[in-house]
């Protein structure tokens, strides 16, 4: 089994920063991408920012300049730093991670339980 951990998230007030945090252990062989989605109520999932293995990054249009997003391949985590935060970040985020768990075995999609982030005043 794998299990992917949030945290980090929390009340910030606009134009403040954090950090969110997602440790992935359990039956882990290898991780391709690991990355966060965000989502509002009622609105679909919307991809935020992803890593490949070998450091490449990829960040959203919306958050591109404010956002950064790192990993820790050691510690199979990921990291999202996240400043000049504004009401419009206010979201459940999730991270995911694309693993195999053993050699032989298939690459699949692994998510977190989410955090909310709350950007206000």
Not at 57 to 67: E, P, S, W
Not at 68 to 74: E, L, M
Not at 94 to 103: I, K
């Amino acid at each position: 089994q794998v299990q992917l951990v949030e945290s980090g998230g929390g009340l910030v007030q606009p134009g403040g920063s954090l950090r969110l945090s997602c440790a992935a252990s359990g039956s882990i062989f290898s991780i391709s991408v690991m990355g966060w989605y965000r989502q509002i109520p009622g609105n679909e999932r919307e991809w935020v920012a992803s890593i490949f293995s070998d450091g490449l990054t990829n960040l959203a249009d919306a958050v591109k300049g404010r956002f950064t997003i790192s990993r820790d391949n050691a510690k199979n985590t990921v990291y999202l730093q996240m400043n000049s935060l504004k009401p419009e970040d206010t979201a459940v985020y999730y991270c995911y991670a694309n693993l195999r768990s053993r050699p032989v075995s298939g690459a699949m999609n692994y998510w977190g339980q989410g955090t909310q982030v709350t950007v206000s005043s």
